[in-house]
C-alpha cells in the first residue's frame, strides 16, 4: 500500500506492507474477506449466464484459478474497496485477534483476523452493501436495480457479447453514495 492509502486506516492498524493471498495483518485479512465475498457472487453470476468460469481473457489461465471471475470481478473491486476503507475507519486494535494458521504446507504461522463478532458484522455489511440499489436501468424493465442483479445482468450481457447476439459489452458501472 502507499503512503497516502495507508493514513486511511487508525495507525495501530495500518500494515506495512500488502500481502494478497494469506495475508498475516488484520487490514489485509479484512480486504481479503471482502474480494472473497465479491468472488462468490461474480463466480454465482458467471454459472447463471451460462459461462466457464475458469476461461477468462485477462487473467492468466492456471489449474484452479477461476480467470474469467477474475477478470469480471475487477469490474466491481472498486465497490468492495470503497466500503471497506470507511468501514476499516472504524476498526480498532480490538476488533482483531490473532490465530495460528497453516501459512504454507506444513508450516505454522500467526495471523491476525477480525474476531468473531466483527467477522459476522461484516460479512451481514457487505450482503447488505449487494442489495443497495443504484440507479442504472434493468435490462428489461424498471430504472433502478440492486448490485447483486447488475452483477448478474452483467454476466448475461458478457455471456451474449461472447456468444455473439451483441456487438458490443461495456461494462455498466455503479455509483454508490
Known sequence: MTKPILGLFP???????RKTYKAYNGINNVFNFGYYILKCRI?????????????GFLHSLQHGKPSLVCDLQDVYRYL???YLIERGKKLRKKDFVVVTDFMM????GKRIHLC?????????????L????VE???IKHGKRQTLDTLINEEALLLAKFLRNERKEWKPRIANIN
Do not use: V, W
Open 11 to 17: 495507525e495501530s492498524l495500518r500494515p506495512e506492507k
Open 43 to 55: 463466480h454465482k453470476a458467471i454459472l447463471k449466464a451460462k459461462l466457464e468460469p475458469y476461461l
Open 80 to 82: 468492495i474497496d470503497d
Open 105 to 108: 504446507r506444513l508450516k505454522m
Open 116 to 128: 468473531k463478532f466483527e467477522t459476522d458484522s461484516l460479512a451481514d455489511g457487505l450482503n447488505n
Open 130 to 133: 449487494f442489495k443497495r440499489k
Open 136 to 138: 442504472i436501468p434493468r
